[in-house]
């Protein structure tokens, strides 16, 4: 290597590291996504993502020109690889809580891709539709604000609007109140701010199944299409409730560690007001045989 290029080298990665020190919050890191210098931002304390969200967006299929939705998008990973790997221009990616959201959306600009994700934090049971919008403006995101709440929803968007939905959604039914870190006595009193971001992530504490299936549907064109992950053992439910609000299951997939194992997790790609009859798709191996996680599916398309 000559003088000049790695002097060249050396500077930027002196800019990149400077870079990283200023973007960064306490107990906050870098980690690197594996896929043509795509980083995020994972903080220790708060809920980190796994491969679960890796194989979500695998899953999804969607053009440059549709507009995509992310529920529950916590760090932004599944906004940020889906919008990278399918060219995506306008991906909305909603987050209830507020570090969560602020730290994607500094993934978001680390990755230099502000032009084609935008992130806010909002409970999505709050959102209000405002269908005009859309056609007065020029970009889906100028007209929508980083934070909003039940002060400011009349200033939200668009009902029946989105060509694509995606959600990894809290898995988890919650059993013992009690362990939430609140001193509410019900479900709607009670203040997320004071739930452990780890919880909130894994447990129906702010949103159930019912209610993120209702919000799809509300949002999606006519055709448009819902992609979701779910613990297997909750399948049945999950097939249930997507038809009753018209959302069409059309491909299923299961993923296991390793083949003498149980399912323990699927995805369904449904669309609203889709004709019956649902591709079984084969099952997703994520384990070798001595259980160590397969690399390969980083970068598997898995919905073809």
């Known amino acids: 290597m000559c003088r000049m290029c790695s002097a060249e080298l050396k500077k930027m990665k002196q800019n990149q590291k400077y870079e990283c020190n200023e973007i960064l919050k306490d107990d906050e890191q870098i980690e690197d ?35 995509v939705i992310d529920l529950c998008t916590g760090s932004g990973i599944i906004a ?16 209830i809580q507020k570090e969560l959201a602020d730290m994607a959306r500094r993934s978001v600009k680390f990755n230099k891709l502000e032009s084609a994700i935008k992130i806010i934090n909002c409970d999505i049971k709050n959102i209000k539709i405002q269908a005009d919008n859309l056609k007065k403006s020029n970009s889906l995101f100028e007209f929508i604000p980083e934070s909003i709440t039940q002060k400011n929803e009349s200033t939200l968007f668009l009902k029946k609007t989105a060509d694509v939905i995606i959600c990894n959604p809290p898995y988890k039914k919650m059993q013992n109140q009690e362990t939430l870190k609140s001193n509410a006595n019900n479900f709607e009193s009670l203040d997320v701010k004071k739930v452990d971001s780890k919880i909130l ?17 509300s949002l999606l064109k006519f055709g448009g299409k819902f992609y979701v992950i779910y613990d297997s053992e909750r399948t049945a439910e999950l097939i249930f409730k997507l038809k009753q609000y018209g959302l069409e299951p059309k491909k299923i997939l299961f993923t296991q560690p390793k083949d003498n194992s149980n399912a323990i997790l699927v995805l369904v790609e449904a669309v609203k007001g889709g004709k019956e009859g649902v591709k079984i798709l084969p099952t997703l191996i994520t384990n070798d ?3 160590k996680y397969l690399e390969k599916i980083k970068n598997l398309k898995l919905n073809k």
């Open 201 to 217: 992530a894994r447990h129906e504490v702010a949103i159930k199944m019912e209610e993120i299936i209702k919000v799809a549907y």
């Open 289 to 291: 045989k001595d259980g």
């Open 33 to 67: 996504l594996q896929l043509d210098g795509l980083k995020i931002i994972q903080n220790r304390s708060l809920y980190r993502f796994t491969s679960d969200a890796v194989i979500l967006a695998n899953f999804v299929r969607a053009t440059p020109k549709n507009f």
């Open 80 to 95: 940020i690889l889906t919008a990278y790997k399918n060219k995506l221009k306008n991906v909305l990616g909603i987050e």
